[in-house]
């Protein structure tokens, strides 16, 4: 452990570290056990001299107080820094006291201490009461103009717009229309059945309910006929509409519009037409250029809800799980996988039949990336013949973060994957699932598979705490493998297994319940640990399952991707 890393641990016991320095801390602290253990004995040392000094004095210390969710701002060098504090106590308290007491504190075990809450950036939902003529029902890793002037509102009158600078936000018209929004963006509410896009790009899933609802550009008119389609309008007001699915009928703003005849070639004049399945038309804000008939292409447009669940109930090769009703999350490489024009994927949408069914209606989960350069790859034939999403590593930094799930307690996770060989020294996470306490599955040096928890609490106990878990067998890189955990307070169980055979096991530590995003591909920051490799499939559950029934899935994923017992 080197001067820098011991510096930042007396700084974030003195309560004078910067933000910047206890993210750089907390990076240490995940993957140095020598940092850790370090760590852990100057908080005992800090509060053991501490009760010393009182006991000694008659009057309380004044000692700092960590505020761990609050440190920003905090730069300075504070005077009392806990090297002086030594020196003061033991200067007091007499030395066979100081061992004894030091005796005591470092043996003792730690009681179950108060959890409070870590910085989080998640994305969330906005709900509200039903009102207005449309309300947000989704946001993604979004910035909102409304917001940074402190108007926030997930619902919206006629009249009102939204001012979307990046990621994607759902909204819902008050008849049942529903549109994604992609950043940047504008679009303004003219009635519960229609809305005028001024800029960006959108996608519309029409109900019967909502057959007529309109949209409005600064070319023209979309009016649909129960359909699923997508608009784009350029800086110019030019405006491409691509039919997924049903029927649109356009009419443009200039009565003059020409539109190119395909058969013939020649111009004609354009009033109004009707798109039907995988058809598009550009169109210009200016009536004196041709329009243009175009095949309608989805992978411009990020739309919300794209598996067939027929499909996936009918495939023949589709994984067979048991205890299906805990089914928390099930990612599946080859259904539910929106691919953009580089065919980068935009989402992964989580199979799990307790999202699909839920009684709330709302929106599907899935796992995203709405910013293009972070999207992970996809290849057909990734794993066993089967599709598999492929990461890139720290140098691409790619990762997909859910929308919010609700975790319980405890869980068990399975991730069919591949290690590609690293050039570099450095860490990958598969998979961080949790709130206050994490655990993660990671790929660790020599492309071994790991896990570790670790949970963040309050002061006058160490407010880093850690449960590492090591394979015990390095694993081949390019040969597919299932990593899996299962995790449980109740049942006093923390174990990783590689292709069914249980390699560590330890303690848990705390509660993984939380409302929030999880993510796939890299750490929770979203900024470091870049997983390196593929994965195929991702199936989670909302309990630690015994041992039978994890055998169960884990026999069924090896059978279906050919993956021999080690």
């Not at 008939?293 to 992978?299: K, L, Y």
Request: aromatic letters at 8%; proline letters at 3%; glycine letters at 8%.
């Amino acid at each position: 452990m080197n001067e820098e890393i011991e510096k930042l641990i007396f700084r974030a016991i003195d309560g004078a570290i910067s933000q910047d320095e206890f993210n750089r801390l907390q990076d240490v602290l995940e993957v140095d056990e020598d940092a850790r253990v370090f760590y852990t004995k100057m908080l005992s040392l800090d509060q053991s001299v501490s009760d010393i000094a009182e006991s000694a004095r008659g009057e309380a210390v004044d000692r700092p107080e960590v505020h761990w969710n609050s440190l920003a701002g905090v730069d300075s060098e504070t005077d009392s820094s806990l090297r002086g504090h030594l020196l003061t106590y033991i200067s007091i308290a007499a030395s066979a006291v100081v061992l004894t007491t030091l005796a005591f504190y470092f043996t003792r075990p730690w009681s179950g201490p108060e959890i409070v809450r870590v910085r989080e950036v998640e994305v969330a939902p906005l709900s509200s009461e039903k009102n207005g003529v449309a309300e947000v029902v989704q946001r993604i890793d979004c910035v909102l103009e409304n917001e940074k002037w402190s108007t926030s509102s997930s619902s919206f009158e006629a009249g009102q717009s939204i001012v979307l600078l990046e990621g994607v936000v759902v909204v819902e018209f008050r008849k049942g229309a529903r549109v994604t929004l992609e950043g940047p963006a504008n679009l303004e509410f003219l009635s519960d059945n229609s809305g005028f896009l001024q800029s960006g790009k959108l996608t519309a899933v029409i109900p019967d309910s909502a057959i007529g609802f309109e949209i409005l550009t600064p070319s023209g008119r979309l009016i649909d006929h129960g359909t699923e389609f997508g608009v784009s309008v350029d800086p110019n007001g030019d405006t491409e509409t691509h039919v997924f699915k049903g029927e649109v009928e356009l009419i443009a703003n200039h009565a003059k519009t020409q539109e190119l005849d395909p058969n013939s070639g020649s111009q004609r004049e354009f009033g109004s037409q009707r798109l039907t399945d995988a058809m598009g038309l550009r169109f210009k804000r200016e009536g004196n250029v041709a329009a243009e008939v175009i095949e309608a292409n989805p992978s411009q447009f990020i739309r919300t809800s794209i598996v067939d669940r027929q499909r996936v109930k009918n495939r023949t090769e589709i994984t067979e799980l048991v205890d299906e009703e805990h089914l928390m999350m099930w990612f599946e490489a080859g259904q539910g996988v929106q691919r953009d024009s580089k065919g980068r994927v935009i989402s992964w949408e989580n199979l799990a039949q307790s999202q699909a069914d839920r009684a709330n209606q709302e929106l599907e989960s899935s796992a995203w990336q709405v910013n293009a350069d972070r999207r992970p790859g996809w290849s057909e034939s990734g794993l066993g013949g089967f599709p598999a999403v492929r990461f890139g590593g720290f140098e691409s930094k790619e990762f997909l973060a859910t929308t919010p799930l609700r975790l319980k307690a405890d869980a068990t996770a399975l991730v069919v994957c591949q290690f590609d060989p690293l050039e570099e020294i450095g860490y990958g996470h598969l998979l961080v699932l949790g709130g206050q306490t994490k655990f993660v599955l990671e790929r660790r040096e020599k492309s071994e598979a790991g896990s570790y928890t670790w949970s963040w609490q309050n002061k006058n106990v160490p407010p880093f705490r850690m449960e590492a878990l090591k394979n015990v067998k390095p694993t081949t890189s390019h040969e597919p493998q299932i990593c899996a955990v299962r995790y449980s307070v109740e049942q006093d169980i923390f174990e990783l297994s590689v292709n069914g055979e249980a390699v560590a096991e330890g303690d848990p530590i705390g509660s993984l319940a939380v409302n929030s995003s999880q993510v796939i591909g890299c750490g929770h920051h979203r900024n470091r640990f870049f997983f390196k490799g593929q994965i195929a499939e991702i199936v989670i559950y909302d309990r630690a399952l015994n041992q039978e029934k994890f055998n169960q899935v884990t026999e069924s994923l090896m059978q279906k991707y050919r993956i021999q017992a080690r």
